[in-house]
């Protein structure tokens, strides 16, 4: 089975329904594309219901080991949505308790890295892709970033580098490996107010000017409220320019053929 395959088989009927009814009205679409991603499914938090109830199609990654990390995957697949494990990866800087259970730290043996990241995949209902959560130091060391990708290629899973660090090994590491990869080009709600969500999605739209394809991500949690607002008063605006699609339409069918960068 090649990987398309196996992308289409995780998104299951909901994905496909959704893929078919987008495929129906292409012709009818903008040539450029938006891939929303929200992070931080998974521990009901702030803004999840309001983000599931969004009419675009986006990607919900969802942390692993949580209390409605299930819950949070299924209704995202029953949603036709793209459901990738967020993954928990230490930072450069931040307190140990903001990274949840089972997350991956520069001390870990290369045994308890791969136990870990198998664990993370298997607790998400689902998984058809990964990112990371914070990581700012973990995407930035070859030795566990290449144990990461070698396991997300043994279960059939792309990489969405978040790119918390402009010193990240991943693209390098997945064309070498033949992982599909793509990487996030703003985060939309860094800081938590309205007007700076909004000047983000002013950044995102003049991206569009510039590259086929944005990938932006947003948060439940502490902005989730006001970013799903400002997504939702921004559809119809952006609907002219791009079509949303899901993070899966954007993967080349090997990492060798091209990498969405910033």
Same mark, same amino acid.
């Given at each position: 089975?090649?990987?398309?395959? &196996?992308? *289409?088989?995780?998104?299951?009927?909901?994905?496909?329904?959704?893929?078919?009814?987008?495929?129906?009205?292409?012709?009818?679409?903008?040539?450029?594309?938006?891939?929303?991603?929200?992070?931080?499914?998974?521990?009901? *938090?702030?803004?999840?219901?309001? *983000? =599931?109830?969004?009419?675009?199609?986006?990607?919900?990654?969802? *942390?692993?080991?949580?209390?409605?990390?299930?819950?949070?995957?299924?209704?995202?697949?029953?949603?036709?949505?793209?459901?990738?494990?967020?993954?928990?990866?230490?930072?450069?800087?931040?307190?140990?308790?903001? =990274?949840?259970?089972?997350?991956?730290?520069?001390?870990?043996?290369?045994?308890?890295?791969?136990?870990?990241?198998?664990?993370?995949?298997?607790? @998400?209902?689902?998984?058809?892709?990964?990112?990371?959560?914070?990581?700012?130091?973990?995407?930035?060391?070859?030795?566990?970033?290449?144990?990461? =990708?070698?396991?997300?290629?043994?279960?059939?899973?792309?990489?969405?580098?978040? &790119?918390?660090?402009?010193?990240? @090994?991943?693209?390098?590491?997945?064309?070498?490996?033949?992982?599909?990869? @793509?990487?996030?080009?703003?985060?939309?709600?860094?800081?938590?107010?309205?007007?700076?969500?909004?000047?983000?999605?002013?950044?995102?739209?003049?991206?569009?000017?510039?590259?086929?394809?944005?990938?932006?991500?947003?948060? @439940?949690?502490?902005?989730?409220?006001?970013?799903?607002?400002?997504?939702?008063?921004?559809?119809?605006?952006?609907?002219?320019?791009?079509?949303?699609?899901?993070?899966?339409?954007?993967?080349?069918?090997?990492?060798?053929?091209?990498?969405?960068?910033?």
């Amino acid at each position: 089975m090649n990987n398309g395959c &196996r992308w *289409m088989k995780k998104l299951g009927t909901g994905g496909l329904l959704l893929a078919l009814l987008l495929g129906a009205t292409a012709a009818d679409q903008p040539d450029k594309h938006i891939a929303i991603v929200i992070d931080d499914f998974g521990n009901g *938090m702030s803004g999840t219901e309001e *983000m =599931l109830k969004l009419q675009i199609p986006f990607t919900a990654a969802v *942390m692993p080991f949580m209390p409605t990390t299930k819950r949070d995957a299924e209704a995202a697949f029953k949603r036709g949505l793209d459901v990738i494990v967020h993954m928990p990866m230490e930072p450069n800087r931040g307190k140990k308790e903001w =990274l949840g259970p089972g997350a991956i730290t520069a001390d870990l043996s290369d045994e308890e890295v791969r136990k870990r990241v198998e664990a993370a995949i298997d607790d @998400v209902p689902h998984a058809a892709g990964m990112n990371n959560h914070m990581g700012s130091k973990i995407t930035a060391d070859e030795r566990i970033m290449r144990i990461v =990708l070698t396991v997300c290629k043994e279960r059939g899973l792309f990489f969405l580098d978040s &790119r918390t660090t402009p010193k990240s @090994v991943i693209p390098e590491l997945a064309a070498d490996l033949d992982v599909p990869v @793509v990487v996030n080009h703003l985060f939309l709600d860094d800081v938590y107010s309205t007007s700076h969500i909004a000047g983000q999605m002013g950044k995102l739209k003049r991206k569009l000017q510039d590259h086929v394809s944005v990938i932006a991500i947003g948060h @439940v949690g502490p902005p989730g409220l006001k970013t799903s607002a400002v997504l939702r008063g921004s559809i119809a605006e952006l609907s002219k320019q791009a079509r949303f699609v899901r993070v899966s339409e954007l993967l080349p069918s090997s990492a060798h053929d091209y990498q969405i960068l910033p």
